[in-house]
């Protein structure tokens, strides 16, 4: 397809890194040329130096043959306006990022009378993110599928752990849990596996097994990881992401204290959320910190603006306390170093963002099988889980899955159906208006019978 992207941050170059290696084509859009440059030195993109507001430089980026414009300027106003005039100049589709809590109540009312297709709020996904992880705190990442009904758990293996030495063609009769499917294993950050029957467990893999809610808590029992939902928590630093998270742990019951440094942001988080301990200072001091009791902490999270920061804070929380941590990054060129950390679960913001994205451009393709409803990248997008809605006249329909000429690196992780949840076996057939959710690695897809060998 043909995408413009209007700003070159952060966000923007995880998406032009991203849709580029799906073989879109891409031109960028920033008034500041060295951002410009930066991109076009290194990813096979045309950039445009110039105001993605500007109807001219809209036209010069060729809106009028466009399939999607994404706005992602650091200025929600400027990211509505542009995706205004892109409208009126052409006949794309648009997806605006718009981060002011402010415009967040009015999201539906924008989108209806702006046009949009999307509105991506960077800060609130990753709350939600966050916020998932402490209500289900055995997980490391809790990606959910099927409207919230199925979850993708996420888990790392201790190194005394049952699951040590053990075969996956053993994991159920072991730990008699018929009804978990392991999905994906990440091992030393560099490869994902799709495992078969041989494959052994080891201590520091990243497990992850889809699974209902109860039969996952009665799992993380018999591998000894079971945690309560938190009851408590501290987070450090008091950014959009804090806003949005500790509105959303306060809903949920769970006590919420942040501290922030600054005085008039602190004022600001008072007023908007009565029902949390605000803080002012600095969440670094170890004085203020254990004044605060973070020995006893259920959770922490480190959501500070430097990344530094965030992972010196959940290094200390982690040593002098059981705490669930989460810790936001937000460059990602060093996740193979940071992901050997002990930092508890790791949210990148801007990764978040671009998957919620790619699922909607793949979607675009309107295919006659099926709907792509979720995706998730896993390790760096060395592999991805994505959820189906089958059609009618779906190629994998009404065949048993024994049957079906699946290609290698794939598997077929869940069959949702009409409320209920399917482990699925040899015997079973995709149905249509199936949800279903398919693990791959080592390639892309947006239609289901991409899962079919050619």
């Known amino acids: 397809m043909n995408i413009i992207i209007v700003g070159c941050g952060k966000v923007g170059c995880t998406l032009v890194e991203a849709l580029s290696s799906e073989n879109h084509n891409i031109v960028v859009i920033d008034s500041r040329p060295e951002k410009v440059s930066a991109l076009t030195d290194t990813v096979d993109v045309m950039g445009i130096v110039g105001n993605g507001v500007s109807h001219t430089t809209l036209k010069q980026a060729g809106i009028e043959?466009?399939?999607?414009?994404?706005?992602?300027?650091?200025?929600?106003?400027?990211?509505?306006?542009?995706?205004v005039i892109a409208k009126k100049s052409g006949h794309c589709q648009t997806i605006a990022r718009i981060r002011n809590p402010i415009y967040n109540e009015e999201k539906d009312f924008l989108q209806k009378e702006f046009g949009l297709s999307m509105i991506i709020n960077?800060?609130?996904?990753?709350?939600?993110?966050?916020?998932?992880?402490?209500?289900?705190?055995?997980?490391?990442?809790v990606d959910t599928f099927a409207k919230g009904r199925v979850e993708l758990l996420h888990f790392k293996i201790g190194n005394n752990s049952p699951l040590c030495g053990l075969k996956l063609s053993k994991f159920h009769a072991t730990l008699h849990c018929n009804d978990i499917l392991v999905c994906t294993i990440a091992r030393n950050s560099e490869e994902v596996i799709i495992p078969n029957g041989d494959f052994e467990f080891a201590a520091n893999d990243i497990v992850s097994i889809v699974a209902k809610r109860r039969d996952?808590?009665?799992?993380?029992?018999?591998?000894?990881?079971e945690k309560n939902r938190v009851s408590n928590t501290i987070i450090a630093g008091g950014g959009k992401i804090s806003y949005y998270l500790a509105k959303s742990l306060l809903m949920s019951g769970i006590k919420t204290t942040i501290i922030e440094i600054n005085q008039q942001r602190c004022e600001f988080l008072s007023e908007q959320?009565?029902?949390?301990?605000?803080?002012?200072?600095?969440?670094?001091?170890?004085?203020?910190?254990?004044?605060?009791?973070?020995?006893?902490?259920?959770?922490?999270?480190?959501?500070?603006?430097?990344?530094?920061?965030?992972?010196?804070?959940?290094?200390?929380?982690?040593?002098?306390?059981?705490?669930?941590?989460?810790?936001?990054?937000?460059?990602i060129n060093f996740t193979s170093v940071i992901n050997k950390l002990d930092l508890g679960s790791i949210?990148?913001?801007?990764?978040?963002?671009?998957?919620?994205?790619?699922?909607?451009?793949?979607?675009?393709?309107?295919?006659?099988?099926?709907?792509?409803?979720?995706?998730?990248?896993?390790?760096?997008?060395?592999?991805?889980?994505l959820e189906f809605l089958l059609k009618e006249n779906s190629a994998v329909c009404n065949i048993p899955l024994q049957n079906l000429k699946i290609r290698k690196n794939t598997l077929i992780c869940c069959i949702y159906r009409n409320h209920q949840v399917i482990?699925?076996?040899?015997?079973?057939?995709?149905?249509?208006?199936?949800?279903?959710?398919?693990?791959?690695?080592?390639?892309?897809?947006?239609?289901?019978?991409?899962?079919?060998?050619d």
Do not use: H, W
Request: aromatic content about 6%; hydrophobic content about 40%; charged content about 25%.
């Open 347 to 385: 949210i990148y913001p801007r990764v978040i963002t671009a998957e919620y994205i790619i699922k909607y451009v793949r979607s675009m393709n309107n295919s006659l099988n099926s709907n792509v409803e979720a995706l998730y990248k896993l390790e760096d997008g060395k592999a991805e889980v």
């Open 65 to 83: 043959t466009a399939d999607l414009l994404i706005a992602v300027t650091g200025s929600d106003e400027e990211n509505l306006l542009c995706c």
């Open 273 to 331: 959320l009565p029902k949390a301990t605000i803080l002012c200072g600095d969440a670094t001091d170890k004085e203020l910190l254990s004044e605060e009791c973070i020995e006893k902490a259920a959770g922490f999270a480190a959501l500070t603006d430097l990344d530094e920061e965030n992972i010196l804070l959940s290094l200390y929380a982690n040593g002098i306390s059981s705490a669930k941590t989460v810790t936001k990054v937000n460059r």
């Open 423 to 453: 482990v699925p076996s040899g015997q079973d057939c995709m149905m249509p208006g199936d949800s279903v959710m398919i693990a791959t690695s080592g390639y892309n897809i947006s239609d289901i019978k991409e899962i079919l060998e």
């Open 122 to 141: 960077p800060e609130l996904t990753a709350a939600n993110e966050i916020a998932k992880v402490f209500q289900f705190p055995s997980a490391i990442r």
């Open 216 to 225: 996952a808590i009665d799992f993380f029992r018999k591998i000894g990881l």
